[in-house]
C-alpha cells in the first residue's frame, strides 16, 4: 500500500511507516539500520512507539541518497514530501545528516 502525500503528521507517519517496511524488506538496509540505531531486530515494535522512532526511520532513508532514490521510485513518493514529511514528526525538526 502506497502513502499518501498527506500533510501533517499523520501523513508523515504513514511515509515513515512505509519507509520502515521498505528498510525491513531490504536484506542489506535492515542490518545497517539497526546497527546504527543499536536496535535489536526483535525490538522494533516496541522502538517504534518511542517518540522519534518514525523520525529516525525517515533520517536513515534521507541520509542516502541511493536509498532515498529507491525508496522514492518504490513508494512513488517525492523525496521533497518525504524530506518534508520529517519535520512534522517528534524529534523530526533536527537537521538530518546528507550521509552515512
Known sequence: MKATATSGR?????????????????PELLPRFLALT????SAIRQAAMEPGF????????LAHE???MRF????GI???????ALRHLPLGD???????
Do not use: K, R, Y
Open 10 to 26: 499523520e501523513g508523515a507517519e504513514a511515509i515513515a511507516i512505509q519507509a520502515l517496511g521498505f528498510i525491513a524488506a531490504d
Open 54 to 61: 518514525l523520525a529516525g526511520v525517515l533520517q536513515f532513508v
Open 38 to 41: 543499536g536496535i535489536e531486530a
Open 78 to 84: 517525492a523525496p521533497a514530501i518525504i524530506s518534508g
Open 66 to 68: 541511493p536509498t532515498l
Open 94 to 100: 533536527d537537521h538530518h545528516q546528507t550521509s552515512i
Open 72 to 75: 522514492s521510485e518504490e513508494s
